[in-house]
Nanobody
Framework: QVQVVESGGGLVQAGGSLRLSCAAS????????IGWYRQAPGKQRELVAS???????NYADSVKGRFTISRDNAKNTVYLQMNSLKPEDTAVYYC??????????WGQGTQVTVSS
């Protein structure tokens, strides 16, 4: 059974940094890619950054140059380093693991709050 657990959220002042972690357990050998999404109150969930099994990355325009996604295959963990945080980055951040079968597994989310 697959489990996806996010951690690392919290409260930070504008301009500060946070690093989120997404740990996947279970059948991790057939993971195609992992993505970070976020959902602010009253808004739709949006893709923030993603990384494929081959290491290719993709970022939303709003976070390019500020956020970096990386993975540690030995630990089955993906990280999202968030620098120069802005109040508009405030949201619940979710990790999604996609398998080659097309199945997706979501974590429970972690709150990120950026104060001005």
């Amino acid at each position: 059974q697959v489990q996806v657990v996010e951690s690392g959220g919290g409260l930070v002042q504008a301009g500060g940094s946070l690093r989120l972690s997404c740990a996947a357990s279970g059948s991790t050998f057939s993971i195609n890619g992992i993505g970070w999404y976020r959902q602010a109150p009253g808004k739709q969930r949006e893709l923030v950054a993603s990384i494929t099994s081959g290491g290719s990355t993709n970022y939303a325009d709003s976070v390019k140059g500020r956020f970096t996604i990386s993975r540690d295959n030995a630990k089955n963990t993906v990280y999202l380093q968030m620098n120069s945080l802005k109040p508009e980055d405030t949201a619940v951040y979710y990790c999604k693991v996609r398998y080659y079968t097309g199945l997706d597994y979501w974590g429970q989310g972690t709150q990120v709050t950026v104060s001005s």
